[in-house]
C-alpha cells in the first residue's frame, strides 16, 4: 500500500489525497478499501503519486538491450518508451539491410556491434524485449527501413509491384504487435517517398487501428507546408496521426506556432485523430550528415561519404547547404555557428570535435569523412514562445526524442519529463500539475490504444511514480548530460519497485506493449 498520497492520476481531474493498493502488478483500489490492503505500506505523505510517464519518442531500440540499468530514462519516472522512430530500425529487416540501417543510425545508437542481432522481425524483437528490461516498450514499424528493404537506398518512385511489398510488410509489423508506423522524411531513404506513397502505407496502418508518426520533410521556412502534407495523409488514408517532435525552429518561424495550432485545430475539427509531442528545449539534436540535401545521401551512406571525397560533388553540397538552403538544412542556409558537435562514432575524434561549434562546410566535411558520417549534432534554433505555446495545445504529449549515445548528448535524454513538471509546471505555471501529468500519461496511453495503461484507477497496470513536486527537476545540463533527474523517489513498472528511495533496484519488470486488435470497422 503505498499511504496518503496525492494523487494527479492521468486524466487531468484535481488532485486527490488517496492511498493506493497493488497487488500482483495492477492497481486494486485507490482510497477507501485501500486501507484494508495486506502487505508492505509505504508512506507516500507530501508526494505526488502519478501514472508512469510515457516518452512516446524514444531512441532506446538498442539502448534497452545493452544497459539494464536505463536510469536515464527510470530516474525520471519513464516506465515506457514507443521506439521505432523516425522511420529507421531494426525490424523488420534482412541481414544486408538492417546492416545498412545500423550504419545509417551509429549516431543514434552506436553501430550495434556489442549486440546479438538475433531477430529479423517485428515480433522477433518484441520476443527479444520480453526477456526482460528496465521498463515497457512499444514498437513503430519503421518506414524507411521497409522501403530500403523492398527499393534499396536510391531516390527512386516505387513501383507497384514494390509498393504492394511495402504495404503487406507494414501490415505484418502490425500484426505482429506494432502499435502504428513511423517516418523520417529528411532522412534516406524515407525521404524518397512520394505523398501517395505514404498515404497508400497509412491506409495499411489505419486498417489495423495504429497511428501515423512521422519526423515530417522541413522544419524550416517548409515547415508549415510539411505539416500539411502530413495532414493530408491522415486525412487521405484515414489513418491517425501523431506529430514527432512538433516544433516550430529557426529565426523564419519565431513566433510561428499560433499558425501551426490553426492548421491542428482545422484539422481536428474536420475529424482527424491528432495528438503530438515536444521536447521542453530549444535547441534540437540530430545527425551531422541530416543536414545534407537529399541527393547526396542516394545510395546509402557509402554512397554519400564518396560524393563528399569528390572535391566537385562536395561543392555542390556546399552550395546547397550555404546558398539555397538543402532539404536537409530545412530549407534555411545552414549558420555554421548554431551547430555544435554533440558526438562522434570514432572516440579517436573526440577531443578535437565534441563541443565545438562548426565554422564552415570545411570542418563540416572534414568531420564527415573522418567520422564515417556518424556525427551527432545539437542544433541551436528553437524559439520559446512557440516552445510554450505548442506545449499548451490540449493534443500535446511528452516526448524525449532522447538519443543514449556519443559523447555529449542532447540532456532531454536524461531531463525531459522532471523539466516539464520541474520547470515548466512549479516555475514558470505553463501548465498546472495536472495538465502536466495528464500530457505525460493518460493521453499518450489513449494514443497508444492501452486500456490498462496511463491512469490510476483500480484494475490498471501499476506502472507508477511517486516524486516530490517541490523538488523533481530536471539536472542534465548541455555541459553534463548525462546527470540523472531528481525528486523522483520511487518507480514501479508493473507493480515491481525499478526505482527505490531515490536507487535503482536491479528489476527488470519492463516487457514489450504489443498493439490491441483493430475495431471492427462498420
Not at 493534443?395 to 548528448?409: K, M
Not at 505553463?430 to 489513449?446: F, Q
Request: overall charge negative; proline content about 5%; charged content about 25%.
Amino acid at each position: 500500500m503505498l499511504r496518503g498520497a496525492t494523487v494527479v492520476d492521468g486524466s487531468g481531474a484535481p488532485r486527490r489525497r488517496a492511498d493506493v493498493a497493488v497487488t500482483d502488478g495492477r492497481i486494486t483500489a485507490v482510497g477507501g478499501d485501500a486501507a484494508r490492503a495486506g502487505g508492505g505500506v509505504l508512506d507516500a505523505e507530501g508526494l505526488v503519486l502519478a501514472p508512469g510517464f510515457i516518452d512516446m519518442h524514444a531512441h532506446s531500440d538498442l539502448a534497452l538491450l545493452r544497459d539494464p540499468d536505463h536510469s536515464a530514462k527510470l530516474a525520471q519516472g519513464v516506465t515506457l518508451e514507443v521506439l521505432g522512430q523516425d522511420g529507421l530500425s531494426y525490424a523488420p529487416a534482412d541481414p544486408a539491410t538492417r546492416d545498412q540501417v545500423r550504419e545509417a543510425v551509429a549516431g543514434w545508437n552506436g553501430d550495434g556491434s556489442d549486440i546479438d542481432f538475433d531477430w529479423h522481425d517485428v515480433a522477433g524483437y518484441l520476443d527479444r524485449l520480453d526477456r526482460g528490461i528496465a521498463v515497457n516498450a512499444a514498437y513503430l514499424v519503421p518506414q524507411g527501413t521497409v522501403r530500403a528493404m523492398v527499393c534499396g537506398w536510391e531516390d527512386c518512385p516505387a513501383t507497384g509491384a514494390e509498393l504492394a511489398r511495402m504495404r503487406a510488410l507494414v501490415a505484418q509489423g502490425l500484426t505482429q504487435g506494432a502499435v502504428g508506423m513511423s517516418s523520417g522524411l529528411t532522412y534516406s531513404p524515407g525521404m524518397y517517398a512520394s505523398t501517395a506513397e505514404l498515404t497508400a502505407l497509412c491506409e495499411v496502418v489505419a486498417a489495423h487501428g495504429g497511428y501515423y508518426c512521422p519526423h515530417h520533410r522541413s522544419y524550416g521556412a517548409g515547415a508549415l507546408d510539411a505539416y500539411r502534407e502530413m495532414v493530408a495523409v491522415a486525412r487521405d488514408s484515414g489513418c491517425a496521426l501523431h506529430l514527432a517532435h512538433a516544433t516550430m525552429n529557426f529565426p523564419v518561424n519565431a513566433g510561428r506556432a499560433p499558425e501551426l495550432l490553426t492548421l491542428l485545430d482545422e484539422a481536428i475539427a474536420s475529424g482527424t485523430d491528432l495528438t503530438l509531442d515536444t521536447y521542453p528545449y530549444l535547441p534540437g539534436s540530430t545527425t551531422l550528415a541530416a543536414l545534407l540535401p537529399g541527393w547526396a545521401h542516394a545510395g546509402g551512406t557509402g554512397a554519400l561519404l564518396r560524393r563528399l571525397a569528390d572535391d566537385g560533388e562536395a561543392e555542390r553540397v556546399r552550395a546547397a547547404l550555404e546558398v539555397t538552403g538543402s532539404d536537409g538544412c530545412h530549407g534555411v542556409p545552414v549558420d555554421w555557428s548554431t551547430i555544435e558537435i554533440s558526438g562522434v562514432r570514432d572516440p579517436a575524434l573526440a577531443a578535437r570535435w565534441v563541443g565545438r561549434r562548426l565554422r564552415g562546410f570545411g570542418e563540416a566535411r572534414e568531420l564527415l569523412l573522418a567520422d564515417r558520417a556518424g556525427s551527432t549534432i545539437l542544433q541551436h534554433v528553437g524559439d520559446e514562445e512557440n516552445v510554450r505555446a505548442i506545449m499548451r495545445h490540449p493534443a500535446h504529449t511528452g516526448g524525449s526524442d532522447g538519443i543514449l549515445w556519443g559523447d555529449r548528448p542532447h540532456p532531454r535524454a536524461y531531463g525531459t519529463f522532471p523539466r516539464y513538471l520541474g520547470h515548466y509546471t512549479r516555475e514558470l505555471g505553463v501548465l498546472t500539475l495536472e495538465e502536466c501529468v495528464a500530457r505525460l500519461t493518460g493521453r499518450p496511453a489513449r494514443r497508444l490504444r492501452l486500456a490498462d495503461r496511463g491512469l490510476v484507477r483500480p484494475g490498471y497496470r501499476a506502472d507508477l511514480v511517486l516524486f516530490d513536486p517541490g523538488t523533481v527537476a530536471a539536472a542534465a545540463t548541455f555541459e553534463a548530460p548525462r546527470t540523472r533527474a531528481v525528486g523522483v523517489r520511487e518507480v514501479l513498472v508493473d507493480g515491481r519497485f525499478a526505482v527505490r528511495d531515490g536507487r535503482r533496484t536491479d528489476a527488470l519488470a519492463g516487457r514489450a506493449v504489443r498493439s490491441r486488435p483493430a475495431p471492427e470497422r462498420a
